[in-house]
């Protein structure tokens, strides 16, 4: 009796223990499969991560390509324009050195007109006439006591040898055009003159006609003008002053076609930028 009690006892704690071991198992399983869980979680998160760096460093490379792709684009834009720029250059420069070249003409045919003119004239004293240059003409200003009787437009004898040396210097240089300007002082005219205009373009128009009519200038070369009292040259307060303003200027002007047809031509065209 005693025998099969002990073994059943003995049947009975097999079986807990085999119980008791089996939930252990059971237990550590599970906690294993968690831990699993656990760390195939971070893994996909690992790799969603991984998987969102990747898009971004292709789009990434995909927007250096591009850009690239621009700068290499603006790069050869840029050698284009930096070539373009030189040959705008090179033919500004071409243009300059036409034009100076052009001025340095000027100037000397300028003072040769000049030297001309003070050659013809030279028994005339500075009294009576003056030869200079000014803003690229040639100005002979005549003063009223070699060419005029005071308040009259009529041309004294020695007026007239004066003009006569004049246009054989004007009838040798067919390019020169030619601007008679009649200048007074400020004092009322008091004669058959209606008023200084009057007079200072009566004097300008007789000496037109001496050059044209006598001295064989061509009429196409000569225009007349009178100034009256407002261009003076000296004060209107002195004897002296009023002297001097009562004069009539003969303007020389070189043609200047070949200059004027270089500055009017157009500059090299530019071309525009190109943004990076």
């Given amino acids: 009796m005693k025998t099969i009690k002990f073994v059943f006892i003995a049947g009975i704690s097999a079986l807990l223990l085999s119980s008791c071991v089996s939930t252990k198992k059971y237990q550590s399983a599970l906690d294993r499969e968690q831990q699993l869980q656990a760390e195939n979680s971070r893994l996909n998160s690992e790799i969603d991560k991984l998987n969102t ?3 971004t460093l292709k789009n990434d490379a995909s927007h250096l390509a591009k850009q690239w792709e ?3 684009k ?3 834009d840029l050698a284009g324009m930096a070539n373009m720029t030189q040959q705008q250059l090179e033919a500004e420069r ?3 050195t036409e034009m100076r070249q052009l001025l340095n003409q000027q100037r000397q045919a300028l003072e040769n007109l000049r030297s001309k003119m003070a050659e013809a004239l030279v028994g005339f004293n500075s009294s009576e ?3 200079f240059t000014k803003n690229g003409k040639v100005y002979v200003s005549l003063q009223e006591n070699l060419l005029f009787p ?3 437009a009529v041309v004294n004898p020695k007026g007239k040898e004066a003009l006569a040396k004049l246009a054989q210097v004007l009838n040798g240089n067919p390019d020169i055009s030619v601007l008679i300007e009649g200048h007074t002082d400020s004092v009322a005219i008091r004669n058959k003159y209606k008023d200084n205009w009057e007079l200072s373009v009566e004097r300008s128009t007789a000496i037109v006609r001496l050059l044209t009519e006598t001295y064989g200038v061509s009429p196409a070369r000569v225009t007349a003008s009178g100034r009256s009292k407002y261009e003076p040259v000296d004060t ?3 004897a002296e002053g009023r002297q ?5 200027e003969i303007i020389l002007s070189p043609k200047l076609d070949e200059l004027m047809k270089l500055l009017e031509t157009p500059a090299p065209a530019e071309t525009g930028t190109t943004g990076l």
């Fill in 236 to 238: 209107n307060e002195t």
């Fill in 74 to 76: 603006n790069a050869k």
């Fill in 150 to 152: 005071s308040g009259s």
């Fill in 70 to 72: 621009d700068a290499q």
């Fill in 244 to 248: 001097r303003n009562r004069r009539t």
């Fill in 129 to 131: 006439l003056s030869i």
């Fill in 53 to 55: 760096q990747v898009t």
């Fill in 94 to 96: 071409k243009r300059l």
